[in-house]
């Protein structure tokens, strides 16, 4: 089993940067792709920006160039450094990972709790 624990919401005036971290924990061996996801009321969960363990990225157009995802694969962390925040990217964000491998299997995909991230016009 693998646990996930979000950090680093909050809430920030528009233009600000928030920085969110995860923690990935358990029998972990690998994770191939960590993420983020987003939640926002009313609408429906949208990925945000993904990274591989080779480090590639792919994020949503509406952060490109304001977001960046990163990674620390011996802490099994993953990090979205949130720059230029706009009222729309309130929402809670939420960690997952998948393909990850214990050693002996690959565990199913896994979302955390979520942290709030709130951004004031």
């Known amino acids: 089993q693998v646990q996930l624990v979000e950090s680093g919401g909050g809430l920030v005036q528009a233009g600000g940067s928030l920085r969110l971290s995860c923690a990935a924990s358990?029998?972990?061996?690998?994770?191939?792709?960590m993420g983020w996801y987003r939640h926002a009321p009313g609408k429906q969960r949208e990925l945000v920006a993904v990274?591989?363990?080779?480090?590639?990225?792919n994020y949503t157009d509406s952060v490109k160039g304001r977001f960046t995802i990163s990674r620390d694969n011996p802490k099994n962390m993953v990090y979205l450094q949130m720059n230029s925040l706009k009222p729309e990217d309130t929402a809670v964000y939420s960690c997952?990972?998948?393909?990850?491998?214990?050693?002996?299997?690959?565990?199913?995909?896994?979302w955390g709790q979520g942290t709030q991230v709130t951004v004031s016009s």
């Open positions: 997952y990972v998948r393909d990850v491998w214990s050693g002996s299997a690959y565990y199913p995909d896994y």
């Open positions: 358990g029998v972990i061996f690998s994770i191939n792709t």
């Open positions: 990274i591989t363990d080779g480090s590639n990225t």
